[in-house]
Nanobody
Framework: QVPLLESWGGSVQAGGSLRLSCAAS????????MGWFRQAPGKEREGVAG????????IFTDSVKGRFTISQDNAKNTVYLQMDSLEPADTAMYYC??????????????????WGLGTQVTVSS
């Protein structure tokens, strides 16, 4: 059993789009805070987006606002990250993260309890 299972990423040209998914199961099934982080070589892990399972409120880091969208399908217990207008600077390993209630959405990695193994996204110029 994989608690958080990310879909495969991919390689696209600048301006292209990708959609990532994260399916929660087991102990993470009822996590109320779910988010996406990314980390490029030589850089710190960066919070990208988060969503409350209950209510659907969302947060985004400034660098992706207007380009990325986080959404959820509660029937499938799955969270999505739709990435449009991709830029080379978006190239990174992307990680799904989750935390049980009580929780607050955060860009700080230590706020999350469960993590996926990561999936690579590469954007060429």
């Amino acid at each position: 059993q994989v608690p958080l299972l990310e879909s495969w990423g991919g390689s696209v040209q600048a301006g292209g789009s990708l959609r990532l998914s994260c399916a929660a199961s087991g102990y993470t099934y009822n996590s109320n805070c779910m988010g996406w982080f990314r980390q490029a070589p030589g850089k710190e892990r960066e919070g990208v987006a988060g969503i409350y399972k209950t209510g659907g409120s969302r947060i985004f880091t400034d660098s992706v606002k207007g380009r990325f969208t986080i959404s959820q399908d509660n029937a499938k217990n799955t969270v999505y990250l739709q990435m449009d207008s991709l830029e080379p600077a978006d190239t990174a390993m992307y990680y799904c993260a989750a935390a049980p209630a009580p929780c607050l959405l955060s860009a700080v990695a230590r706020a999350y309890t469960y993590w996926g193994l990561g999936t690579q996204v590469t954007v060429s110029s």
